[in-house]
T-cell receptor, first 113, second 111 residues
């Protein structure tokens, strides 16, 4: 069964606008972690943000914030003030106990000038 | 530059062959993770080593093996290669926290 679901294969956003990339997850574990990574066209994977299942506050890192809704099992990434350099693939991932990692299929974000 | 190095950058080989991918983690990072990214399977976690010991195992095939050496560099060995093993193989390292630093990847093409 798919443990991480990213339902938006492609998204477009106007430069300087905010965008939300959706991620839902499936686990019965109490302790888990949620991650977002960025993969530009050059291919490298860049860590963006992390949210622990016990963290009460939503994680933020600069222009990135994670909208964590535990009851809904969602961990959406919000990018504020989009820049052209934000155009990339974005992957949501989950770490389950035992350090098992699962990735979504990714969302391709295009920032329009 | 993440500080994680992977060699080679590209590798082209034939079915049935064996290859070794190498990863040098960031200075001070004890954990090394290996991932496979393919069009068919997406991103998959293969295996994690921590300070020379296997810590976690994901979807790693029996034809694949890995190890981490005393100097903390790691090697991923892929044997009896099949066409479906063609993929981008990433190594990542971490201190043992939540942020993983990924290398540039090794693109393996099996012909």
């Amino acid at each position: 069964a798919q443990k991480i679901t990213q339902t938006q294969p492609g998204m477009f956003v106007q430069e300087k606008e905010a965008v939300t990339l959706d991620c839902t997850y499936d686990t019965s574990d109490q302790s888990y972690g949620l991650f977002w990574y960025k993969q530009p066209s050059s291919g490298e994977m860049i860590f963006l943000i992390y949210q622990g299942s016990y963290d009460e506050q939503n994680a933020t890192e600069g222009r990135y914030s994670l909208n964590f809704q535990k009851a809904r099992k969602s961990a959406n990434l919000v990018i504020s003030a989009s820049q052209l350099g934000d155009s990339a693939m974005y992957f949501c991932a989950m770490r389950r106990p035992g350090n098992q990692f699962y990735f979504g299929t990714g969302t391709s974000l295009t920032v329009i000038p | 530059d993440s500080g994680v190095t992977q060699t080679p950058k590209h590798l082209i080989t034939a079915t049935g062959q064996r290859v070794t991918l190498r990863c040098s983690p960031r200075s001070g990072d004890l954990s090394v993770y290996w991932y496979q990214q393919s069009l068919d399977q997406g991103l998959q976690f293969l295996i994690q080593y921590y300070n020379g010991e296997e810590r976690a195992k994901g979807n790693i095939l029996e034809r694949f093996s890995a190890q981490q050496f005393p100097d903390l560099h790691s090697e991923l060995n892929l044997s009896s290669l099949e066409l479906g093993d063609s993929a981008l193989y990433f190594c990542a390292s971490s201190v043992e926290g939540n942020e993983q630093f990924f290398g540039p990847g090794t693109r393996l093409t099996v012909l």
